[in-house]
């Protein structure tokens, strides 16, 4: 990054790693959150066959999302994965 005076400015390894954990942790929060609301919104049309497909889509997507994320985060074998996921939900 350079000021507008030419100065170049270098961020501490301790600040960007702090910056991407909490970026992670937001988008964890975003995967778990927003299908909740979205299936909460969807109940009230329940009963419907076309709700009751979307709710299942919603949760299919959802989970392979946060899945995904929690992969692409952590630098654990594929076989660790499941446990990672079933801990930061617990």
């Given at each position: 990054?350079?000021?507008?005076?030419?100065?170049?400015?270098?961020?501490?390894r301790?600040?960007?790693?702090?910056?991407?954990?909490?970026?992670?942790?937001?988008?964890?929060?975003?995967?778990?959150?927003?299908?909740?609301?979205?299936?909460?919104?969807?109940?009230?049309?329940?009963?419907?066959?076309?709700?009751?497909?979307?709710?299942?889509?919603?949760?299919?997507?959802?989970?392979?999302?946060?899945?995904?994320?929690?992969?692409?985060?952590?630098?654990?074998?594929?076989?660790?994965?499941?446990?990672?996921?079933?801990?930061?939900?617990?």
């Amino acid at each position: 990054m350079q000021k507008s005076n030419g100065i170049e400015v270098y961020y501490t390894r301790e600040r960007i790693e702090r910056f991407v954990v909490a970026l992670i942790i937001l988008i964890i929060l975003i995967l778990l959150i927003v299908p909740v609301y979205l299936l909460y919104r969807l109940t009230e049309g329940a009963g419907i066959q076309r709700y009751d497909a979307a709710c299942i889509g919603i949760l299919v997507v959802s989970t392979l999302l946060f899945s995904l994320c929690i992969s692409m985060s952590t630098s654990k074998s594929s076989s660790k994965i499941p446990t990672t996921d079933i801990n930061v939900i617990a």
